[in-house]
């Protein structure tokens, strides 16, 4: 086999890949978000396999080349999308907030501006070089490195198994496959040297190796757990909860009074490490349990829900009118008042000062009882 027929055979086996995994995931959850945007990923990155048969048409032999007619630029267009979907696709899955930035929004239809309409103005030449090709990739790193972090952010603090696995997978496609696409292919390496042409076809076997290892290795409840795990919060679900076992029933029966008596949940820099030694149990043992008992998807959304009830309350009591909000937000275990300023906002859906300020306020949504019956 001559190496053309290797990295065609390499092509052809991406594809496939790719589009039996967005099948998969679409046949799973096809009217979610998070299903939908696995699904343009995959098509994308269809496109992009395509699309190179032809933009690397100067190292490729004629007979293996793929003659795409005048569907080129929506090709290009869908192929480029694919690092601001991906940062749309990690918030949705690992954010735990409501809302998406409007500004990265904004960036990236500025991106998708750059790529299509201004291709078709500018001129060749320096200036126009920069605006089709030098800000679209830099824009895409950018886009990138926000997946990154919405990604590895609160890793710990994620106690959904499969959604810890997720992260480590989808870190690894970022960062092989975004930033190498956007800044290695559009910016660092000359898009006409063979070197280019190189580095492209190491990213086409990176990604059906890491495509590959999903479609083997992820299992159907796996999947379902992931793609359920990115819909409503877990403490929201109405299925029955497997009966609790002696063993879990005894670290809930520790771990209720330290946080509703104790109130361990004040320390400012409380984790679910230290709060495993507090109760005596295996780290992933109460990540578990806090998952699948209590219903919490994310540790720090657990130590919200106390922390924002606790903050509700003095800014409810008339007595506490005076003390600024800081010093509560302080008292009640966070750090920072930009922190407890979203925390507040995304539970309340109102700011601090102006839940104080209501005659009416409503109270927030009280943490799941902890007890040995939970289940």
């Known amino acids: 086999m001559t190496s053309s027929q290797l990295f065609f055979a390499v092509d052809i086996a991406t594809v496939i890949c790719n589009v039996l995994f967005g099948a998969r995931v679409l046949a799973k959850r096809p009217h979610l978000l998070v299903s939908q945007l ?26 293996y080349q793929w003659d795409i007619g005048g569907f080129a630029g929506v090709l290009n267009f869908a192929r480029n999308l694919t690092p601001g979907l991906f940062m749309i696709l990690c918030f949705e899955m690992f954010a735990d907030r409501p809302r998406f930035p409007r500004a990265l929004l904004g960036l990236f239809l500025l991106e998708m501006f750059f790529e299509i ?54 870190a690894t496609v970022i960062g092989l496959n975004i930033i190498g696409s956007s800044v290695l292919l559009r910016v660092l390496i000359s898009q006409n040297s063979y070197a280019n042409y190189q580095a492209h076809l190491a990213l086409i076997l990176s990604n059906l190796l890491i495509v590959a290892f999903i479609l083997i290795f992820m299992r159907d409840e796996d999947l379902q757990d992931l793609l359920g795990a990115a819909t409503v919060p877990a403490q929201r679900r109405s299925a029955p909860l497997p009966a609790v076992a002696p063993e879990t029933a005894a670290i809930l029966t520790r771990l209720a009074p330290l946080m ?54 003095q800014l409810r009591d008339p007595a506490m009118r005076r003390i600024p909000i800081l010093t509560i937000a302080l008292s009640t275990g966070y750090q920072s008042i930009n922190t407890f300023n979203r925390g507040f906002r995304d539970l309340m859906e109102v700011t601090p000062s102006a839940y104080r300020s209501r005659n009416e306020v409503a109270a927030p949504p009280a943490p799941k009882k902890i007890s040995s019956q939970t289940a």
């Open 38 to 63: 696995i699904g343009l990923i995959t098509f994308n990155s269809v496109c992009h396999i395509v699309l190179s048969r032809y933009d690397y048409r100067y190292w490729i032999p004629e007979p």
């Open 260 to 313: 509703e008596v104790d109130r361990v949940y004040q320390r400012p820099s409380l984790s679910l490490k230290d709060l495993a030694v507090l109760v005596g149990a295996p780290e992933y043992r109460l990540r578990k349990i806090i998952h699948e008992q209590l219903g919490y998807p994310n540790f720090n959304v657990f130590l919200h829900s106390y922390r924002i009830r606790e903050a509700c309350e």
């Open 117 to 170: 309409p201004m291709s078709r103005v500018l001129p060749e030449g320096p200036a126009g070089d920069i605006v089709t090709r030098i800000a679209p990739g830099l824009l895409q790193g950018l886009f990138a490195a926000f997946a990154i972090y919405w990604t590895v952010a609160d890793w710990r603090a994620d106690l959904i198994e499969s959604r810890r696995r997720a992260r480590a997978i989808i």
